[in-house]
């Protein structure tokens, strides 16, 4: 076992040993971080089912925004809990899972990943990782475990726990040291959320190959030139049906508040504060949720009132600004 202690916090680099897989899956399942290997890149793990887990991932990874992750699982009985799946997902799920392909679908009614890791989506990434170590893991945890690259925003994906530690040492509990990353690029994306199945990016499983079980695929901007550089860029955001007002000081007629901090006003149809103490990690875990239970008809705007732009108050307000922009 070694130890890297940065900002005054622990980091155990442990290697991939029975004991540290059983200590690894307990962590996850008290919402702290775990960064694993899998057969693609190192995946920085959160127990996906956990608004705090999960903000916690973002975090640690100081991503200027919240991009929705993957949410990892042991096998496809697992994937079909989270997920509506039809032929196409049921037919390429069957031939690449376990592997290096993510699946984009529409959210199960009773989903139970967190509105956070899939950014207010309706639809929800998963993938069912090989490396056997992901695998014995995810089967210990026994819980989704929402996963994006371990490495620090705008930092490239890290294929050894050396890169991990690296990264994101003293901001992360434990590093499970699997040895390499076999492919070391990071899975295919493939959305098969809407009628045409379309690549997101392309990775570990060939476009050629998908397309020999499912048929041709769309791809965003065809031709390489006009690509976008990345796959956020290609997401529908969640934007609530009634407008957002920001930089809220006061409440006006018909209006929802989106509180924070203890300095609250009176006078709102429905509040609901992301953080009375003013906690950034309890702020963002609640954002998702508390925007769509305030986005009720018949309401004249959600009304939010500021959010300091330290920290992850950074990409809660990249988020509100995108959804007070009429679209
Ligand atoms: O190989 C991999 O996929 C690695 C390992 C750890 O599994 N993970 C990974 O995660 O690369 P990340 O967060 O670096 O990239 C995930 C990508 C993001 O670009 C995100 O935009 C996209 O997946 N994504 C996640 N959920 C999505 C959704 N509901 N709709 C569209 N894109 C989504
Ligand atoms: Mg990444």
Redesign the pocket.
């Known amino acids: 076992m070694r130890e890297v202690v940065l900002n005054g916090l622990e980091t155990l680099v442990e290697p991939a040993d029975p004991d540290t897989l059983e200590r690894g899956a307990a962590l996850i399942r008290v919402g702290r971080l775990v960064a694993f290997p899998?057969e693609?890149?190192?995946?920085l793990g959160a127990d996906a089912t956990s608004d705090v887990a999960v903000a916690r991932i973002y975090e640690a990874k100081g991503r200027p925004r919240f991009?929705?992750?993957?949410a990892?699982v042991a096998d496809v009985g697992a994937a079909r809990r989270l997920a509506v799946f039809d032929p196409r997902a049921g037919a390429v799920a069957a031939r690449f899972w376990p592997g290096?392909l993510?699946l984009?679908l529409p959210r199960r009614a009773d989903c139970p990943v967190s509105l956070l890791a899939?950014?207010g989506?309706d639809?929800?990434?998963i993938?069912v990782?090989a490396h056997p170590i992901a695998q014995a893991l995810l089967q210990a945890a026994a819980v989704p475990v929402a996963?994006?690259?371990?490495n620090p925003s705008g930092a490239v994906?890290p294929t050894t726990a050396a890169h991990v530690v690296q990264g994101l040492a003293g901001r992360v509990d434990m590093v499970i040291d699997g040895g390499a990353c076999a492919v070391g690029v990071?899975?295919t994306?493939l959305?098969l959320s809407g009628p045409e199945p379309v690549l997101?990016?392309p990775?570990?499983v060939t476009a050629e190959d998908i397309s020999a079980v499912i048929g041709p695929l769309a791809v965003p901007g065809a031709d390489a030139h006009a690509r976008p550089k990345?796959?956020?860029l290609?997401?529908r955001h969640y934007a609530p049906g009634v407008p957002v007002r920001l930089g809220a000081t006061a409440v006006g007629p018909g209006e929802a508040l989106l509180a924070f901090g203890a300095d609250v006003p009176e006078g709102a149809a429905e509040t609901l504060n992301l953080s009375p103490s003013g906690d950034l990690t309890e702020a963002a875990a609640n954002l998702f949720r508390y925007l769509r239970a305030l986005d009720r008809p018949g309401r004249s705007a959600i009304a939010v009132m500021p959010v300091p732009e330290r920290g992850l108050g950074a990409a809660i307000n990249d988020r509100l600004r995108r959804a007070a922009t009429p679209p």
Do not use: F
């Open positions: 899998t693609t890149v190192y995946g991009n929705p992750l993957i990892h290096p993510t984009v899939c950014a989506l639809t929800v990434a993938r990782p996963a994006p690259s371990a994906s990071e899975s994306i959305d997101l990016r990775g570990g990345s796959p956020g290609l997401l």
